[in-house]
């Protein structure tokens, strides 16, 4: 087995691209749930109200 360091600068583009997919997942995950936290607060005054 043979440590070569120029394969791990080229696997540095698999990698970026593999924590901008995490990232993207966990925005999208926190975007929904804010949402969801909104449109049942709405429903949730209306039934306060009445």
């Known amino acids: ?4 360091p120029i394969n791990f600068v080229h696997s540095l583009k698999y990698m970026g691209i ?13 975007a929904s749930t804010y949402a969801i936290g909104k449109i049942t ?4 005054d209306n039934k306060k109200d009445e």
């Open 1 to 4: 087995m043979f440590f070569e």
């Open 41 to 44: 607060q709405r429903f949730s």
């Open 18 to 30: 593999g924590m901008l997919g995490v990232f993207l997942i966990i925005g999208i995950i926190l």
